[in-house]
């Protein structure tokens, strides 16, 4: 079975600093999507970021970034020039195909300092 | 884009009645959405996957008499929580995925969420 495991309960950061949040999950798959949603004080999952395992590149999305390590089965988050927005729950998400079983880690909750 | 609705966004009932909460793809059509539940301070936790058209397949220990699922067209799906107890009372969340599609206008093979429904059971 698919598990995500996200080892930082809570996570800590100096506004316009950065941090990067963990993130491995296990799989026999070679074909999956990964993903990580930001759930705010209202609870709306929003999407940040989304990486296909069959692209070598790391996808970006303005100031979030990841880093894919296939072999190490490892998708860590990196917001840049963090902002009080960024206040959240950020969950790291694995998909395979079809996306019929989507598996969450437990989360992070990130804090932003003014 | 890719935008879900829920109603209502938050419910109070009595003890052995029954709720029903809709999930609306609001400019796309899904033919799978996904019902979660998601305690306090926890992660989500996935039901029960709705396809149109057909039944739903729910996860290992929902009941399905219970938590009755009908996805009645390519843009709603209904939950409904028959004869709710107060530990049904919890956050539901409903998703809808984008078609898998190439070229599609949406991030394609991706699920977008509702803002959820609160629903508390005295």
């Known amino acids: 079975a698919q598990t995500v495991t996200q080892s930082q309960p809570e996570m800590s950061v100096q506004e316009a600093e950065t941090v990067t949040l963990s993130c491995t999950y296990d799989?026999?798959?070679?074909?999956?999507?990964l993903f990580w949603y930001k759930q705010p004080p209202s609870r709306q999952m929003i999407l940040v970021i989304r990486?296909?395992?069959?692209?070598?590149q790391n996808a970006t999305e303005n100031r979030f970034s990841v880093n894919f390590q296939k072999a190490a089965k490892s998708f860590s988050l990196k917001i840049s020039d963090s902002q009080l927005g960024d206040a959240a729950m950020y969950f790291c998400?694995?998909?395979?195909?079809?996306?019929?079983?989507?598996?969450f880690g437990a989360g992070t909750r990130l804090t932003v300092k003014p | 884009g890719a935008v879900v609705s829920q109603h209502p966004s938050w419910v109070i009932c009595k003890s052995g009645t029954s709720v029903k909460i809709e999930c609306r793809s609001l400019?796309?059509?899904?033919?799978?959405m996904f019902w979660y539940r998601q305690f306090p301070k926890q992660s989500l936790m996935l039901m029960a996957t709705?396809?149109?058209?057909?039944?739903?397949?729910?996860e290992q220990g929902v009941e399905k008499d219970k938590f009755l699922i009908n996805h009645a067209s390519l843009t709603l799906s209904t939950l409904t929580v028959t004869s709710a107890h107060p530990e049904d009372s919890s956050f539901y969340i409903c998703?809808?995925?984008?078609?898998?599609?190439?070229?599609?206008?949406?991030?394609?093979?991706?699920?977008?969420f509702g803002p959820g429904t609160r629903l508390t059971v005295l």
């Open positions: 998703s809808a995925l984008t078609p898998l599609i190439p070229g599609y206008k949406l991030r394609t093979d991706t699920q977008y």
């Open positions: 799989t026999s798959e070679s074909d999956y999507y």
């Open positions: 990486q296909e395992a069959y692209k070598q």
């Open positions: 998400a694995y998909g395979v195909y079809n996306n019929n079983d989507m598996r």
């Open positions: 400019d796309f059509q899904a033919t799978t």
């Open positions: 709705s396809n149109e058209g057909s039944k739903a397949t729910y």
